[in-house]
């Protein structure tokens, strides 16, 4: 079962998380930012590009070896990864609407990939981007987690 993302952060919020919400023109930078950040430079094609960020707008679509980010891990591999993953600061962004929709979560430590799991086609990031946590709709796919490597 899963639920919408707005019921999540009133979820988190309850636990005395604090949340914001991104405008468009934010939320809409940020994606590009991500697909910037993560995606290696010789694969941001105009193809993939629309894939993440147009089309339907799934960043996960990045998430392809052949394509997009290489070194990710995926299932309960990316689980394990991203609960021990240091959290602070993070941007969730729902996938799930056609208009750029993002939060900006303070201290995302106490999110767990058990509290992600009931949500679909989100992306949860660091401010910074050293990291990413993607939820796809799909049941054979994902969720996927990679983390820079400096």
Not at 39 to 68: M, R
Not at 108 to 119: F, G, H, K, V
Request: charged share 30%; aromatic share 14%; net charge negative.
């Amino acid at each position: 079962m899963s639920i919408r993302v707005i019921d999540f952060i009133n979820q988190i919020q309850k636990k005395d998380i604090k949340v914001s919400f991104l405008s468009s023109d934010e939320s809409w930078n940020h994606k590009d930012e991500w697909f910037k950040n993560f995606v290696p430079a010789d694969k941001q094609g105009d193809s993939l590009y629309t894939a993440c960020l147009h089309l339907q707008g799934f960043l996960w679509n990045a998430f392809d070896k052949e394509i997009g980010i290489i070194d990710y891990v995926e299932g309960d591999r990316a689980r394990d990864a991203f609960d021990e993953q240091c959290k602070m600061d993070a941007i969730l962004l729902d996938n799930n609407t056609k208009k750029a929709t993002a939060y900006r979560i303070n201290d995302a430590s106490m999110i767990t990939s058990e509290d992600l799991d009931m949500l679909t086609d989100i992306t949860l990031t660091s401010v910074n981007f050293e990291w990413t946590y993607s939820k796809t709709h799909e049941p054979y796919a994902g969720p996927y987690f990679y983390k820079v490597q400096r």
